[in-house]
């Protein structure tokens, strides 16, 4: 955007004090045109204080799919961008996404409230990306075709490799040091320095592979980018799509690769059997606002509902939203009953959309686990998944090149293929 003579500024964790403070400054004096903000930025009370200040004119939501997609390293932030919407005028409201099942997409017009925006859906086949899965029976066979890879794709370019655990990163990366790569390691639980420091030797080709959690990803725009790996199986086929998406930007060939293991669904299945807040939780919360609301407060802060409840913020905002959205609470600044209960019972034969979410990511893990064992075109069957199939086989895909996926493709044959369909 600077390229383009647009004063951009951003708010993040990367910022110094006193860079963090002279950007403040700058927008106060309403001299950025743009405004990069993280989520959890914008739920502090002095950033809405600044912008309703400064005012807005577009509020931009990037990645607007994790409004609506609450796995394991879910950021509760995103609950809080609709209050942010109400709390800056409600301006009009731009969420962008290359990932979002017709489900997912009225999911987010419904957390936003902006029931009437207008829905453009550009699908997101791309013919330069090439779907691979490699399937394998253990951590050995995994390393083997990630040391293929490195000797065939990586030959062209960087690339990214994503695993399902912190302890899954730093073990494979010490594995992979030990080759003699040079290879950077990116998860939820460096500090925000490293973090930035290995984001940007990564893009200064510093690295020439990275192993990462889905931390890293988010706003992350390498055109050169030639092969993602996935160790580890992702947890839906969104966040698949997502992640692999990332390759290939600048036109040329590029692949999407999964080391499928069909023992790695126990690590997505723990996840998820954990990633919900118990009934019990959402009971506890919902007796906190009766009990205020008999004593004739007027709501709760989150904060507060987190002590009351000895329940951890992050789960106190995800059940809040649950609830909002069932109007069963409104959300403002203060949490308030919306609805009240003859009895517990009752609430809990309310809590459907907690049943939804939950049979809903179960199915997206089982879609995941079909497209591992697939025959048939990787494209359509992930075109059809999203709502827009493809017309014809795509030929390029493992499955297409190959007997139906019936043998693992040498990566020798589909690298030195590539010139028949480049």
């Known amino acids: 955007m600077e390229d ?7 708010l993040d964790s990367t910022l110094s004090a006193h860079d963090e403070r002279e950007t403040v400054d700058e927008i106060w004096q309403g001299e950025p045109e743009l405004i990069y903000v993280t989520p959890e930025r914008l739920e ?45 005028g409600k301006p009009p409201v731009l969420a962008l996404t290359a990932t979002a099942t017709p489900d997912v997409a009225s999911d987010i017009l419904r957390q936003l409230d902006i029931p009437k925006a207008a829905i453009v859906n550009l699908g997101n086949y791309r013919d330069n990306l090439i779907y691979e899965v490699r399937r394998t029976v253990n951590e050995d066979e995994k390393d083997h075709c990630l040391m293929e890879l490195t000797a065939g794709q990586l030959q062209g370019g960087p690339g990214l490799v994503y695993v399902a655990t912190i302890r899954e990163a730093k073990a494979l990366f010490e594995r992979m040091k030990r ?54 199986l992702p947890d839906s086929l969104e966040s698949y799509v997502q992640e692999t998406g ?51 407060n007027k709501g709760m802060t989150l904060r507060k509902l987190s002590l009351g ?28 009953l919306a609805r009240a209960f003859a009895d517990e019972d009752e609430f809990g034969r309310y809590l459907i959309e907690y049943e939804r979410r939950h049979r809903s990511d179960q199915d997206k893990l089982e879609a995941m ?10 494209v359509r069957f992930l075109t059809r998944y999203f709502g827009n199939e493809f017309q014809r086989d795509c030929g390029r895909c493992d499955n297409c090149r190959t007997d139906a996926g019936h043998r693992v493709v040498d990566i020798r044959d589909l690298h030195t293929g590539m010139s028949r369909v480049a």
């Not at 383009?4 to 951003?10: G, N, P, T």
């Not at 000895?310 to 959205?325: C, Q, R």
Request: charged residues 30%.
């Open 309 to 336: 409840t000895s329940l951890h913020p992050d789960k106190v905002k995800i059940i809040v939203a649950l609830l909002d959205a069932m109007k069963i609470v409104r959300q403002g600044r203060r949490v308030k």
């Open 179 to 232: 080759t003699g790569l040079s290879i950077g390691l990116y998860h939820g639980k460096m500090s925000a320095r490293d973090r930035h420091r290995t984001q940007q030797d990564f893009m200064n080709n510093r690295f020439g592979l990275v192993v990462a959690t889905k931390a890293f990803g988010l706003g992350i725009d390498k055109r050169d980018l030639r092969v993602v790996v996935h160790y580890s």
């Open 44 to 88: 502090r009370e002095e950033t809405l204080a600044m912008l309703q200040r400064t005012g807005v004119s577009l509020l931009v939501v990037d990645e607007a799919h994790c409004i609506s997609q609450w796995g394991h390293d879910f950021r509760p932030a995103y609950l809080s961008i609709r209050e942010a919407v109400r709390r800056l």
């Open 246 to 296: 990332r390759a290939g930007r600048d036109g040329k060939a590029a692949w999407g690769v999964l080391l499928y293991r069909l023992e790695d669904r126990r690590v997505q299945a723990y996840f998820l059997g954990g990633k919900y807040p118990r009934r019990e939780d959402c009971a506890d919360l919902y007796r906190a606002l009766v009990e205020e609301q008999r004593h004739g």
């Open 4 to 10: 383009r003579s647009i004063s951009v500024a951003k």
């Open 369 to 378: 686990m079909k497209y591992g064992q697939t025959t048939e075109c990787r």
